[in-house]
């Protein structure tokens, strides 16, 4: 799972996730019954950071989480409606949704290298990854 990915499960699981609103209304077009899913599951969708508004068969997007916002938009509503559509509505598939959205970048200057590498860094010195060993641990290895 890349950095990104795991910032992003991270801010959903604390409930810190950002959102951003959409300055320049952007609208996709789309059918009643995708409406009414999102009506259905608006509040499990605005839990997540992302908001639309419907208006006459479009949906107009209001704002979506910060870590997404160089996502294709009219691409990102309709993955979130097609998760809908096939009745992954739970708060933990649309995360998984909203987590394979995230694009791949390129690692374009040293500084940003640099950052990764204090994020992964700081992951590891974070998670325990590893167990200490004691004389029981160790007999066992040996000794089954």
């Known amino acids: 799972m890349q950095i990104r990915q795991q910032n ?31 009506e259905l599951h608006q509040a499990v969708l605005r839990d997540l950071g992302v908001e639309f508004i419907v208006q006459s068969k479009k949906f107009l997007i209001k704002q979506i ?9 009219q691409q990102f509503v309709q993955k979130i409606m097609r998760a809908l559509f096939e009745n992954k509505t739970s708060f933990e598939q649309l995360s998984y949704v909203l987590q394979q959205q995230l694009p791949l970048f390129e690692i374009l200057s040293l500084e940003q290298a640099e950052l990764i590498i204090r994020q992964l860094d700081k992951q590891l010195n974070d998670a325990p990854w590893s167990k200490g060993l004691d004389l029981q641990i160790l007999n066992s290895l040996f000794y089954p």
């Not at 989480?65 to 938009?73: A, F, G, K, W």
Request: net charge positive; with cysteine.
């Open 65 to 73: 989480p910060s870590l997404l916002t160089q996502v294709n938009i």
């Open 8 to 38: 992003l499960l991270c801010a959903i699981k604390t409930g810190t996730l950002k959102s951003r609103p959409i300055l320049v209304p952007i609208s996709v077009s789309t059918e009643e019954n995708l409406i009414a899913l999102y």
